[in-house]
C-alpha cells in the first residue's frame, strides 16, 4: 500500500555531512511509524532512526546528537539529516514504513530499494 523512494546517497568525507530524502506514495500522518536502517557490510540490518505519526523520534544510540529524523507533511516525505559522520556509518540505508491495522493489529511493513553512504578518511 505503500511505495517508498529514496535519494540523497553518495560520497562523504568524514565530518561532513548528508541529507537523506524519502518520498512515500501517501500521507506520511497515515503511516504509523516511519524510520530509516541501515545496513553494513557483514552485519544485520539495524533501526537508525524513526518517527511515529504523533511525531515522537527515537534513534539509536550511535547517532543520537550526529542524526535527525524529521519530515515534510505538504510532501510526504521523511528526511534523515546525517552530521559529523564517520566511517562507522557506512552502508546502504534504507526507508522503512509501518502500518498497524486489523483488529488483531497487525504490523505490514513497506520497504525503500536503498542507497549507498560511503564515509571514507
Known amino acids: 500500500q505503500v511505495q517508498l523512494v529514496e535519494s540523497g546517497g553518495g560520497l562523504v568525507q568524514a565530518g561532513g555531512s548528508l541529507r537523506l530524502s524519502c518520498a512515500a506514495s501517501r500521507s506520511v500522518l497515515s503511516i504509523d511509524r516511519m524510520g530509516w536502517y541501515r545496513q553494513a557490510p557483514g552485519n544485520k540490518r539495524e533501526l537508525v532512526a524513526a518517527?511515529?505519526?504523533?511525531?515522537?523520534?527515537n534513534y539509536a544510540d550511535s547517532v543520537k546528537g550526529r542524526f535527525t529524523i524529521s519530515r515534510d507533511n505538504a510532501k510526504n516525505t521523511v528526511y534523515l539529516q546525517m552530521n559529523s559522520l564517520n566511517p562507522e556509518d557506512t552502508a546502504v540505508y534504507y526507508c522503512?514504513?509501518?502500518?498497524?491495522?486489523?483488529?488483531?493489529?497487525?504490523?505490514?511493513?513497506?520497504w525503500g530499494q536503498g542507497t549507498q553512504v560511503t564515509v571514507f578518511s
Open positions: 518517527i511515529t505519526s504523533g511525531g515522537n523520534t
Open positions: 522503512n514504513a509501518a502500518v498497524i491495522t486489523g483488529f488483531f493489529r497487525d504490523e505490514y511493513s513497506y
